[in-house]
């Protein structure tokens, strides 16, 4: 089945700085989300991405399909930024949403 | 915003007992999720229902679980009995349609459970 790397699987911040966050996988992908859950345990979709660039804020995402990663940018970060980040992908209509490992990022003051 | 309805948020139980969650998706959407993360991993599929059918379980322990969605609308995920490795985060989610359209999840709050 599709494999979903995410990395680093753990990022220190001080409030303020910036960070990316890389998502490989290992097929062509139909579906990229990358979501973010905060520490009550909910999944908050950020981006619908499978291919090109948005912008939503202080984030931003981009999924180069061809060569089979996504990046997530966090500029200035917050403490409510702090959480685990997942990448999810599929790569057909009838195959399920596979998640990452994710990335666990600690924002300090 | 709508959200994705879920309910128990918290469930402690004890081994061999019968625990049930329920789960209301976005009014109209016709895919229903069933996700299950246990602590520190990402979530992974139990089943996926279009409407009221099934589409995935395959990864749905049968001999213990079972999920129903009678109506094509809420949804209940029931184990019976329980065991000590089912202790997780049960996840529900929902997308407009999976098969016509963009497959974007919308997740619900999730129902923590601890099997003592």
């Known amino acids: 089945g599709i494999q979903v790397e995410q990395s680093p699987p753990d990022l220190i911040l001080q409030e303020g700085a910036n960070s990316t966050l890389r998502c490989n996988f290992s097929?062509?992908?139909?579906?990229l989300q990358w979501f973010h859950q905060n520490p009550w345990g909910q999944l908050i979709n950020l981006f619908y991405?499978?291919?090109g660039t948005k912008q939503n804020g202080r984030l931003s995402a981009t999924t180069v399909a061809t060569e089979r990663y996504s990046l997530l940018y966090i500029s200035s970060s917050q403490t409510t930024d702090s959480g685990v980040y997942f990448c999810?992908?599929?790569?057909?209509?009838?195959?399920?949403?596979?998640f990452g490992k994710g990335t666990r990022l600690s924002v300090i003051a | 915003e709508a959200e994705v309805a879920q309910s128990p948020r918290y469930k402690i139980t004890e081994k061999s007992q019968a625990v049930a969650f329920w789960c209301d998706p976005i009014?109209?959407?016709?895919?229903l999720y069933w996700y299950r993360q246990i602590l520190g991993q990402g979530p992974e599929l139990l089943v996926q229902?279009?409407?009221?059918?099934?589409?995935?379980d395959s990864q749905l322990p049968k001999d213990r679980f079972s999920a129903e969605r009678l109506k094509g609308v809420d949804s209940t995920l029931k184990i019976q009995p329980a065991e000590l490795g089912d202790s997780a985060m049960y996840l529900c989610?929902?997308?407009?349609?999976?098969?016509?359209?963009?497959?974007?999840?919308?997740f619900g709050a999730g129902s923590r459970l601890t099997v003592l």
């Open positions: 989610a929902s997308s407009l349609n999976r098969v016509s359209g963009a497959n974007v999840l919308t």
């Open positions: 097929d062509s992908v139909n579906n």
């Open positions: 991405i499978p291919s």
């Open positions: 999810a992908v599929d790569y057909s209509g009838n195959t399920p949403l596979v």
């Open positions: 009014s109209g959407h016709a895919t």
């Open positions: 229902f279009q409407d009221e059918s099934v589409v995935d």
